[in-house]
C-alpha cells in the first residue's frame, strides 16, 4: 500500500505541522482548529513510515480518547480503506495494510505509559496532563530501526505552565505553530462566537487564539459580586422548577450544593456539608429534605466505594426519587470553573442561604494551574457546584447531545 497525502486539503498550520522537522514538533491551538485531527493523521503515517515499529498516543484519559482520538483514527482508516484492527482490551491499532502499530497510553497513570523503545509518540491534550508524561515519551522515542522519529504534541495552552516552558526553552529541538479557532473556515459561525462570547479576554486569546497567556493570578471565581448575585427568591418555590443537587465526595467534608433548574439559570437555595460521614449519611439527609432530585455528583463516585457492598453512585441510584447525571470522568478543572464563571458573567446565577459556597467562591484563588486546596476546608462547596453548571450549561460546547439521566 502506498501512502498518499494531500497537502492541499490541509489548513495552514496543519501542514506547517507536518512539515516540522524537529525532534519536537508542538502544535498549539484554540478549541476546533484541528490539532486532534492532524495528529491522529500523522500517526497513522508515522505508523506506515515507521512499521513495524510502534509508536504511542497518549491521550488525557482513555475515556477521552475513545470519544477523541480513537473514532478520528477509525474513520481516517475507514474513509481510506485500510485494514485494520483495534483492540480495546490492549489499547492498540494494528494496521494489516503495513503491519504497523499503535498504542494508547492514559496520562492520567503516568506510571503505565513506561515500556520498551518506541519509534514516534503523540500527545493529545498535553498541557492538562502532567510533564511527567511529556518526559516518558521523551525517554521512550529512541527506537533504533525507527526511520523518523519524532515527538509531536497538539493541544489548547493550559496558562504558563510546562508547555509554555519548553517552548520557551533553547536548548529544546522543538518547532512551533500557533493556531487559531477562527482559521478553521469549516467550523460553524455560531460555534466560534459562542467561545468568544463564553470566554474572558485572557481566556480567548488561550482558548481560541492558541496563545500562551496567565490564566493563574487572582480569584477564582472573580465576576462573583455578593451585592449582585446573593439574591432571595422565595417566588421560585411556587413555580414546581425541578431540583438540582451537586454533590462532591469527600469524608471531610462531604458538600452539596441544592438549587433550581431554569432554562438557561440555576439559583442555589439550599446546602449540606457534613463532617466525617459517608455517602450514605448525606444522601439520608438529603432524601429528608427533598425525597425527589437530579444529582450531578463527582464521577470519581462511579468507582469510590463508601462501603465494600456499593459505590457512591449506585447508593445514590438506590433512592428511588433521585436520578443521576455524570459523565465517565470529570472534566478538567478549569473547564468546570469556566463554565461556572460564564454562568456567573452572564447574569445567569444567584445564590441565598449558602455560606460555604460564597465563601469559597469570595476567597478561591488559583495556585499554579489549580486551585489553590492548602486550606482543605475550602473549595467543596464550588467543586460540587461545578459539576452540575458544568453538565447542564457548559461553557465549551461539543456536541449536540442531551443530557441522559439513569
Known amino acids: 500500500m502506498i501512502f498518499r497525502i494531500k497537502k492541499d486539503k490541509m489548513l495552514k498550520h496543519q501542514r506547517q505541522f507536518w512539515d516540522m522537522s524537529n525532534r519536537i514538533v508542538l502544535l498549539i491551538g484554540g478549541y476546533g482548529s484541528g490539532k486532534t485531527y492532524i495528529g491522529a493523521l500523522k500517526s497513522l503515517y508515522m505508523s506506515y513510515l515507521n512499521s513495524p515499529v510502534p509508536g504511542v498516543y497518549v491521550s488525557p484519559s482513555h475515556q477521552l480518547a475513545t470519544k477523541t482520538i480513537i473514532i478520528t483514527l477509525k474513520e481516517l482508516c475507514n474513509r481510506a480503506g485500510i485494514d485494520y484492527t483495534y483492540n480495546q482490551q490492549r489499547g492498540e491499532f494494528i494496521f494489516h495494510n503495513w503491519g504497523g502499530k499503535i498504542w494508547f497510553g492514559s496520562g492520567d497513570k503516568p506510571d503505565s505509559l513506561r515500556g520498551p523503545n518506541i519509534g514516534w509518540a503523540v500527545i493529545d491534550e498535553p498541557f492538562i496532563q502532567k510533564r511527567e508524561v511529556f518526559e516518558q515519551m521523551i525517554a521512550r522515542v529512541r527506537h533504533p530501526e525507527a526511520k523518523k522519529s519524532q515527538i509531536y504534541l497538539t493541544g489548547t495552552p493550559e496558562s504558563l505552565n510546562?508547555?509554555?516552558?519548553?517552548?520557551?526553552?533553547?536548548?529544546?529541538?522543538?518547532?512551533?505553530?500557533?493556531?487559531?479557532?477562527?482559521?478553521?473556515?469549516?467550523?460553524?459561525?455560531?460555534?466560534?462566537?459562542?467561545?468568544?462570547?463564553?470566554?474572558?479576554?485572557?481566556?480567548?486569546?488561550?482558548?481560541?487564539?492558541?496563545?500562551?497567556?496567565?490564566?493563574?493570578?487572582?480569584?477564582?471565581?472573580?465576576?462573583?459580586?455578593?451585592?449582585?448575585?446573593?439574591?432571595?427568591?422565595?417566588?421560585?418555590?411556587?413555580?414546581?422548577?425541578?431540583?438540582?443537587?451537586?454533590?462532591?465526595?469527600?469524608?471531610?467534608?462531604?458538600?452539596?450544593?441544592?438549587?433550581?433548574?431554569?432554562?438557561?439559570?440555576?439559583?442555589?437555595?439550599?446546602?449540606?456539608?457534613?463532617?466525617?460521614a459517608t455517602t450514605y449519611d448525606m444522601v439520608e439527609e438529603l432524601v429528608k429534605r427533598y425525597p425527589e432530585a437530579k444529582i450531578f455528583p463527582d464521577s470519581s463516585g462511579s468507582a469510590r466505594r463508601s462501603s465494600a457492598v456499593a459505590s457512591?453512585?449506585?447508593?445514590?441510584?438506590?433512592?428511588?426519587?433521585?436520578?443521576?447525571?455524570?459523565?465517565?470522568?470529570?472534566?478538567?478543572?478549569?473547564?468546570?470553573?469556566?463554565?461556572?464563571?460564564?454562568?456567573?458573567?452572564?447574569?445567569?446565577?444567584?445564590?441565598?442561604?449558602?455560606?460555604?459556597?460564597?465563601?469559597?467562591?469570595?476567597?478561591?484563588?488559583?495556585?499554579?494551574?489549580?486551585?489553590?486546596?492548602?486550606?482543605?476546608?475550602?473549595?467543596?462547596?464550588?467543586?460540587?457546584?461545578?459539576?452540575?453548571?458544568?453538565?447542564?450549561?457548559?461553557?465549551?460546547?461539543?456536541?449536540?447531545?442531551?443530557?441522559?439521566?439513569?
Not at 493570578?217 to 425541578?242: A, M, S, T, W
Not at 455560606?355 to 462547596?381: C, Y
Not at 457546584?385 to 443530557?403: C, D, E, K, M, V
Open 162 to 276: 510546562w508547555g509554555w516552558v519548553i517552548a520557551n526553552d533553547p536548548d529544546m529541538d522543538i518547532g512551533i505553530i500557533q493556531a487559531s479557532t477562527l482559521d478553521n473556515p469549516y467550523l460553524p459561525d455560531d460555534y466560534k462566537q459562542s467561545l468568544l462570547q463564553a470566554y474572558s479576554e485572557e481566556q480567548i486569546e488561550a482558548y481560541v487564539h492558541g496563545k500562551f497567556v496567565n490564566l493563574t493570578q487572582g480569584r477564582v471565581y472573580k465576576d462573583f459580586d455578593r451585592q449582585k448575585h446573593v439574591i432571595e427568591r422565595p417566588d421560585l418555590k411556587n413555580e414546581n422548577l425541578p431540583i438540582g443537587i451537586s454533590m462532591d465526595f469527600n469524608v471531610d467534608a462531604m458538600s452539596s450544593e441544592i438549587f433550581y433548574i431554569g432554562p438557561n439559570w440555576i439559583h442555589v437555595f439550599d446546602e449540606v456539608r457534613l463532617k466525617n
Open 312 to 406: 457512591d453512585h449506585q447508593i445514590i441510584r438506590d433512592h428511588p426519587g433521585y436520578t443521576i447525571s455524570a459523565p465517565k470522568a470529570n472534566p478538567p478543572v478549569r473547564e468546570r470553573v469556566n463554565s461556572v464563571n460564564k454562568l456567573i458573567r452572564d447574569g445567569n446565577f444567584s445564590c441565598e442561604k449558602c455560606p460555604n459556597l460564597i465563601m469559597d467562591f469570595e476567597q478561591n484563588v488559583w495556585h499554579g494551574n489549580d486551585i489553590d486546596k492548602r486550606d482543605s476546608t475550602q473549595s467543596h462547596a464550588s467543586d460540587a457546584i461545578g459539576y452540575g453548571i458544568n453538565r447542564l450549561f457548559p461553557a465549551r460546547r461539543r456536541t449536540a447531545t442531551s443530557i441522559q439521566w439513569n
